[in-house]
């Protein structure tokens, strides 16, 4: 049996859909990049009407982001990393995230990886370059490169609320975690 397609309907269901995942899980926020990453890398829409169909997803997206946000005040967080140092504390997130993506051993709540301790070791500050060779690597294929490209950018992207580029609680004791 076949189920009549009507985009219209889709597109509501879909923006209802994405509410709800908002309202139970506030990382949800980064749905829109994500759909528009496939729009643009894997499907080749355009990129006026990936924006033009996810706007209303962006402005809701805009908003919890901002509620958030506002719930967490900045005298609950303890020290803050400078502005600065914060891509040196995401590149060295995403390192670990990739290690534990492909060799998944002994896995914890708490690393004890706050970004006092990521900012003092030294191997933090090369880390923090996988991200960018992969990157670079990617731009260099000349076959699928898109999807690779758009498969990486999906996992940045996911991990983008937790990186620490915005200051959270939870980094007090760690800026990892196994989500």
């Known amino acids: 049996m076949s189920f009549p397609y009507n985009q219209?309907?889709?597109t509501i269901s879909s923006r209802h859909f994405f509410t709800l995942s908002i309202l139970a899980k506030p990382v949800a926020i980064v749905a829109p990049l994500i759909m528009l990453t496939l729009d643009r890398l894997a499907i080749s829409r355009?990129?006026?009407?990936?924006i033009a169909s996810l706007s209303g997803m962006f402005f809701l997206s805009l908003i919890f982001a901002f509620i958030s946000k506002s719930t967490q005040h900045e005298n609950v967080l303890g020290a803050v990393a400078p502005l600065l140092t914060r891509p040196v504390i995401a590149g060295d997130a995403v390192s670990f995230y990739l290690h534990k993506l492909f060799l998944p051993l002994n896995l914890g709540i708490d690393y004890g990886r706050t970004p006092q301790t990521v900012l003092l070791g030294f191997i933090s500050y090369l880390l923090c370059l996988v991200p960018v060779a992969i990157m670079a690597a990617i731009s260099l294929l000349k076959k699928e490169r898109d999807i690779w490209?758009?498969?990486?950018?999906?996992f940045i992207i996911?991990?983008?609320?937790?990186?620490g580029f915005v200051p959270f609680k939870f980094q007090d004791y760690s800026t990892v975690t196994d989500r």
């Open 158 to 163: 996911a991990l983008l609320p937790v990186l």
């Open 149 to 154: 490209a758009a498969s990486f950018a999906i």
């Open 8 to 10: 219209n309907q889709d």
């Open 46 to 50: 355009k990129l006026t009407e990936s």
